[in-house]
């Protein structure tokens, strides 16, 4: 089972940026594709963004579209966003996923079909 560890969360004011990492460790990285999702008080986990294994297909939520970008570096066991124009409804704490590409044949958006998941980091955007 792949270890999942997020970073570069914090406190932005609108329209700002930030870029989060999640570093992934005991598995082989390139076997997964990898997701971010996002929770906010109240408000059940959804989907952001989501890469395949090789870094080619990327899909995003309609509300992040423009602003944010996932990428990945297999050679570091890393996969990124980048979160520009960021808004006050950007405030969740934010996870990255794993899912076996053995079992997902295409890139899974939805939570159910991830296999590991990262503790999350906060971000928060004020007004």
């Known amino acids: 089972q792949v270890q999942l560890v997020e970073s570069g969360g914090g406190y932005v004011q609108a329209g700002g940026s930030l870029r989060l990492s999640c570093a992934a460790s005991?598995?082989?990285?390139?076997?997964?594709?990898m997701g971010w999702f996002r929770q906010a008080p109240g408000k059940e986990r959804e989907f952001v963004a989501a890469?395949?294994?090789?870094?080619?297909?990327?899909y995003y939520t309609d509300s992040v579209k423009g602003r944010f970008t996932i990428s990945r570096d297999n050679a570091r066991n890393t996969v990124y966003l980048q979160m520009n124009s960021l808004r006050p409804e950007d405030t969740a704490v934010y996870y990255c996923a794993a899912a076996s590409i053995i079992r997902n044949t295409q890139v899974p958006g939805t939570a159910k079909q991830y296999d590991a998941w990262g503790q999350g980091t906060q971000v928060t955007v004020s007004s």
């Open positions: 890469i395949n294994w090789r870094g080619s297909i990327t």
């Open positions: 005991g598995r082989t990285f390139s076997s997964y594709h």
